[in-house]
């Protein structure tokens, strides 16, 4: 009887150290991030939002692509144009791989923003790019959602006004799971390792 317990105690600890080293192992094999790990994050999960084309559009319609998100708008001085570049040139970084990255702008100026602005806005970085306007009673619990600022800062005239905004962007992986935040000037080498990170994750 003796023995036959101490067997099952070998059994059982035997078990044990295998179970740890199966979870050292996945820990070890966790992916690591240039931006911020927001995987599990409980905002940001979705939209549905017209993009430039007038198709209604969510994350899920994406499945197997990476996709990044920007908010920003088309007469933005230098941040939007200068993320959307940045976004076009991790896309020709990754060579064929590139076919299965998703670049998504979302404007809050929708006021100003007409689909036709954004569809040739887009144009102005990659033709694969979507561009997404919320309307303006959608903006406010979009932001929300999230976790994004923005503010319209008064110019000379009712038209010429700017608009002050968060400026980062969020990256989900191919099964549509929010999964980093790149915080603006990263630059484009941290997107594509992180996007390319996310591309071959579990290989």
Do not use: W
């Amino acid at each position: 009887m003796l023995k036959r317990n101490a067997l099952k105690l070998i059994a059982i600890s035997a078990m044990s150290i295998s179970a740890a080293a199966v979870l050292s192992a996945c820990s070890q094999n966790k992916t690591e991030f240039r931006g911020v790990d927001i995987t599990g994050a409980d905002y940001a999960r979705d939209f549905s939002l017209t993009d430039h084309n007038g198709q209604v559009r969510s994350i899920q319609d994406f499945p197997g692509k990476v996709v990044v998100v920007f908010f920003g708008f088309t007469q933005c001085p230098d941040v939007c144009p200068t993320s959307m570049q940045e976004l076009a040139q991790v896309k020709q970084a990754l060579g064929a791989d590139g076919e299965r990255l998703q670049g998504i702008f979302i404007t809050v100026d929708p006021e100003r923003d007409t689909l036709d602005m954004l569809k040739a806005y887009m144009g102005n970085f990659d033709s694969s790019f979507l561009a997404l306007r919320p309307t303006p009673e959608q903006l406010p619990a979009l932001a929300k959602n999230y976790k994004i600022y923005y503010k319209k800062v008064d110019g000379t005239t009712a038209t010429s006004y700017t608009m002050d905004h968060s400026a980062g962007s969020y990256i989900y992986d191919p099964q549509g799971r929010l999964r980093v935040y790149n915080r603006y000037g990263s630059g484009a080498e941290a997107l594509t390792q992180d996007v390319r990170a996310l591309l071959h994750e579990g290989r």
